[in-house]
């Protein structure tokens, strides 16, 4: 009876040492970077492999605010700003017309950075779906809650899988010279990764990414606001030095 327990205690030693050898480290994350927990190297985004020392890693969740979209402080600054304007809807600058139509007026908290929320812009004198968003009008990166989870094991290798599909997909376009349906492949990928940093890896048919596409959209709005109030000013002190 005695070697029986001994032996079971082995047996269970021994599973626990197993188990303990496949699971490897969690990936360390400082000021929203993810390190190698062996080396503190940095990781490449979705690497099993850290590149300095060749140790496998595991991702572990943490969050982060959004960096896409806008937050409360700047949708009232925003505002403010083009308010005070006072811009009549008939005599819009051409600046205006480089954002789809309301887009100053809707913008709000978490929404998507290229179209407001409007879900939609107008291109050819017709409405289609935002590129950015694909139509749901939320901020693709948090989903319009400013928060975004990383380092999600789950969605990290659903995404890796999304990754050999679209490989796969490239070979085969290659071969048969069909045309690979990207919008599709996007969409899907949106639709699945929103909420999570892994969204910011998802790029256009074009090769360029959502994110990054946004973040310019946004940019692009404060600076057209900040110069039409240059403008503005400038013209205001013209005026008050020839009275």
Request: aromatic share 6%; net charge neutral; hydrophobic share 40%.
């Amino acid at each position: 009876m005695k070697w029986l327990s001994f032996t079971g205690l082995c047996v269970v030693g021994l599973v626990a040492l197993g188990i303990l050898a496949v699971d490897e480290r969690n990936v360390v994350w400082e000021a929203g970077q993810p390190l190698c927990p062996y080396c503190r190297s940095a990781m490449e985004p979705l690497a099993i492999t850290c590149k300095g020392c060749r140790g496998r890693v595991d991702w572990v969740g943490t969050t982060l605010p959004c960096s896409c979209c806008l937050d409360s402080p700047d949708v009232d600054h925003l505002r403010d700003r083009f308010d005070a304007l006072a811009l009549p809807p008939a005599a819009a600058p051409p600046w205006l017309a480089a954002f789809p139509g309301g887009y100053f007026h809707v913008m709000d908290r978490g929404a998507c950075g290229y179209c407001a929320g409007l879900k939609q812009i107008g291109e050819g004198g017709e409405a289609r779906p935002c590129p950015i968003c694909r139509g749901d009008g939320r901020c693709i990166l948090c989903g319009g809650d400013r928060v975004v989870e990383v380092g999600n094991e789950q969605v990290h290798r659903r995404l890796l899988e999304r990754r050999r599909e679209w490989e796969e997909g490239e070979r085969r376009e290659k071969l048969t010279r069909l045309a690979l349906q990207r919008d599709r492949l996007v969409d899907r990928d949106v639709g699945e990764l929103r909420g999570f940093l892994e969204a910011a890896s998802i790029r256009d048919g074009e090769g360029r990414l959502l994110v990054e596409r946004a973040r310019e959209q946004l940019a692009a709005a404060f600076a057209a606001l900040a110069h039409e109030h240059d403008l503005r000013l400038g013209a205001s002190k013209k005026a008050a030095g020839e009275e």
